[in-house]
Nanobody, 122 residues
């Protein structure tokens, strides 16, 4: 059984930064594509970033240059460093694990964390 636990969300002013963490238990993250998704109120879940299996990271165009995804295999943890945050980044952020090769389609991610709230104020 794979369990994902996110942390690091909170309230931040526009222009600020946050680092989200996602700890994985039950399997090594090396076996998965690790993705970050977010869901704002009234909106569909959207892809944020992904990394895994030795590939270069992937980013949504709107986050490219502001967000950085990285892994620490020793800690079995994946991070999402978010900078220059905007109000429209307000959402619940989820990490997810995909044993396959797909990156952008949330339906192909098998394991999900409970989510962590990020709120950006003006």
């Amino acid at each position: 059984q794979v369990q994902l636990v996110e942390s690091g969300g909170g309230l931040v002013q526009a222009g600020g930064s946050l680092r989200l963490s996602c700890g994985i238990s039950g399997r090594t993250l090396r076996n998965y594509i690790m993705g970050w998704f977010r869901q704002a109120p009234g909106k569909e879940r959207e892809f944020v970033a992904a990394i895994g299996r030795g590939t270069d990271p992937y980013y949504s165009d709107s986050m490219k240059g502001r967000f950085t995804v990285a892994t620490d295999t020793a800690k079995n943890t994946v991070y999402l460093q978010m900078t220059s945050l905007k109000r429209e980044d307000t959402a619940i952020y989820y990490c997810a694990a995909n044993p396959g090769s797909a990156v952008f389609d949330s339906r192909l991610y098998v394991f999900w964390g409970q989510g962590t709230q990020v709120t950006v104020s003006s």
